[in-house]
C-alpha cells in the first residue's frame, strides 16, 4: 500500500480501536438495551463507542465533520468529506452473546467510501482503501503481515447469500421478501442472515459469501464494509440496481461470478406471496404499511 493510504488506514484504527475499549468496558450492559425509534436497539456500549470514537477523529482526522449512528449530523450528505461511524454494528448481536459484532469506520468523499476498517468484537481487522486494495490483520493497526483478500468464484448454484432487511420498514420488508421469492434455493446454495452488514461485507470481500442484499441499509451500516468489498472485486448497486452511493437507498453486493444470475434474478418480474399465515398479507393488499 502506499504510504498516505497506510497512514490513512492506521489512523481509522486508531478510531477503531477506541470505540472497541468503549465496549469492552461496558459488556455488562447487554441486558439494559433500549429501543430506538426506528425498531433497532441500542446499549450503552454503542453511546460511549461512538462518544469515545468521536473524540480520537477529532484528534486524528481534526478537519473532517462525524457522521455517527448513536450522534448522526443532520446535513452529512452535503459534506465533501467526512468520517462516517457505525460504532457498535450488530447491536442485536451483542446484546444476545452472539460474536458478530463490530466498530466501523469509513472516510467519505462525495457520497462514496474512499477508506474503511471494520473491527469485529472478536478479533481481527478488514481494512481498505480506495485503489490499493483490502485486506484482513490479525492486529488492529498492524498492515505490515496483513492478507490482501479477494472474492469468491463460485457459481450461483453453490453461492451463498446474505439477504435480510429493516423489519421495521413496510418497504424494506416487502422488497426482502420478493427478493427471498427470487433466490432462495435451488436458485442459490444457501441462505444467510448475520445481522451485521459490516462483517457480511467483509465475508463477501474474502470469500464466505457471494452476495449481500439489504433494501434499506443506512450509509453507517456500509460505509467501511463497501469499500473494503469493493476492493476485493465486489460489484456495489443501490437496491434499484442503480450506480450505490451512500445516499442511495439500500445495497446490493455480488461477486463477479453471480453478477448476472443475481440482477437478472431481481430484475424478474414475479409476483410476490406472502404465507398465509403472514398478518401482513392484509397490510399489502390495503397498502397500511407504506412506506
Not at 443501490?238 to 445516499?247: E, K
Not at 439500500?250 to 399465515?277: H, K, S, Y
Request: hydrophobic content about 40%; overall charge negative.
Amino acid at each position: 500500500m502506499e504510504h498516505d493510504n497506510v497512514t490513512c488506514v492506521r489512523k481509522l484504527a486508531v478510531l477503531a480501536q477506541a470505540g472497541i475499549e468503549a465496549i469492552s468496558s461496558l459488556c455488562e450492559c447487554r441486558s439494559s438495551a433500549q429501543p430506538k425509534v426506528d425498531g433497532g436497539l441500542v446499549t450503552a456500549a454503542d453511546v460511549a463507542a461512538s462518544t469515545s470514537i468521536m473524540a480520537a477523529a477529532a484528534r486524528e482526522f481534526p478537519a473532517l465533520p462525524v457522521h455517527s449512528e448513536e450522534h448522526p449530523l443532520a446535513d452529512w450528505s452535503s459534506c465533501r468529506e467526512l468520517i462516517i461511524v457505525d460504532p457498535l454494528d450488530g447491536t442485536t448481536n451483542f446484546v444476545c452473546g452472539i460474536p458478530f459484532s463490530s466498530v466501523s469506520v469509513a472516510v467519505v468523499r462525495g457520497g462514496i467510501p474512499v477508506a474503511g476498517v471494520v473491527a469485529p468484537l472478536s478479533g481481527g481487522w478488514y481494512f481498505g482503501v480506495s485503489g490499493d486494495g483490502s485486506y484482513f490483520g490479525e492486529s488492529l493497526g498492524q498492515t505490515e503481515s496483513a492478507e490482501r483478500l479477494q472474492c469468491a468464484k463460485r457459481r450461483m448454484d453453490r453461492a451463498i447469500l446474505a439477504v435480510t432487511c429493516d423489519q421495521n420498514d413496510g418497504r424494506s420488508r416487502r422488497l426482502w421478501w420478493e427478493w427471498l421469492s427470487k433466490l432462495r434455493p435451488p436458485v442459490c446454495f444457501r441462505l444467510r442472515i448475520v445481522e451485521s452488514a459490516a462483517i457480511e461485507l467483509c465475508w463477501l470481500a474474502c470469500a464466505r459469501m457471494d452476495a449481500y442484499l439489504h433494501p434499506s441499509d443506512k450509509p453507517w451500516d456500509v460505509a467501511a464494509g463497501a469499500i473494503i468489498a469493493r476492493e476485493a472485486g465486489v460489484k456495489l448497486y443501490s437496491s434499484s440496481l442503480n450506480a450505490w452511493t451512500l445516499a442511495t437507498p439500500g445495497i446490493v453486493a455480488t461477486t463477479p461470478d453471480v453478477q448476472v444470475a443475481v440482477t437478472d434474478a431481481i430484475r424478474r418480474d414475479r409476483t410476490e406471496v406472502l404465507p398465509e399465515n403472514d398478518t401482513r398479507r392484509n397490510e399489502r393488499v390495503s397498502g397500511r404499511h407504506e412506506a
